[in-house]
């Protein structure tokens, strides 16, 4: 019951380059949003997009929105060793509102 | 600050024990999740809460089974271990209220089943 994919799997850039994750749904939503996962340990919540807004700011964070393409892409810019972890979109879970369903995520790799 | 705590950040068990794993949140939130995380397969919902004594299954709840008796907490049992258990276990909770849906994780149990 996968609600997104991120794509790539695997991305390893070097410090300081900016970095570019994928996500693409299936069925109508509300918002997506995207989480961060450092390795062995929970997920933070990132940011959240309303499916009436097409691009939204945090920091060094940029998330689209493209609700014809059902796609959602993750820039974070001038990368840090410190945002290695894996990323994860999120959307709501069909058969309930309160539950959501994560991607397949996408492990971000900052070379120094 | 908002809080989710697990009560174990590493757990070994042996195969056909009983355990459980426990989840606090501080944030009054009434929904509350349990999803085990294995590499290549993501998360995957096993029950959901969405109040006291009020529990949902997930995509994978064959094995495990779960306890709200207040609204803070929300216990994970697996009535007989299985090496095919041993995973990462996260807990996670939400607010009706938001309107959103966004998840606040605890730091996650990692079990294995010996």
């Known amino acids: 019951s996968q609600q997104g994919e991120e794509d790539p799997q695997a991305l390893s850039i070097q410090e300081g380059e900016n970095a570019t994750m994928n996500c693409s749904y299936k069925?109508?939503?509300?918002?997506l949003q995207w989480y961060r996962q450092n390795s062995g340990r929970g997920l933070v919540h990132l940011i959240l997009i309303r499916s009436n807004e097409r691009e939204k700011h945090s920091g060094r964070l940029r998330v689209t929105l493209d609700t014809s393409k059902k796609s959602s892409s993750l820039l974070i810019t001038a990368s840090r060793a410190a945002d290695t972890a894996s990323y994860f979109c999120a959307s709501p879970g069909y058969s309930s509102a309160s539950k959501i369903i994560f991607g397949s995520g996408t492990r971000l790799s900052i070379r120094p | 600050d908002v809080k989710v705590t697990q009560s174990s950040r590493y757990l070994v068990k042996r195969t056909g024990e009983k355990v459980f794993l426990e989840c606090v949140q501080d944030m009054d939130h009434e929904n509350m999740f349990w999803y085990r995380q294995d590499p290549g397969l993501g998360l995957r919902l096993i029950y959901f809460s969405y109040d006291v004594k009020m529990k949902e299954k997930g995509d994978i709840p064959e094995g495990y089974s779960v306890s709200r008796e207040k609204k803070e907490r929300f216990s994970l049992i697996l009535e007989s271990a299985s090496t095919n258990q041993t995973s990462m276990y996260l807990c996670?909770?939400?607010?009706?209220?938001?309107?959103?849906?966004?998840?606040?994780f605890g730091p996650g149990t990692r079990l294995t089943v010996l």
């Open positions: 996670a909770s939400s607010s009706t209220g938001s309107g959103y849906n966004e998840q606040f």
């Open positions: 069925t109508s939503i509300n918002n």
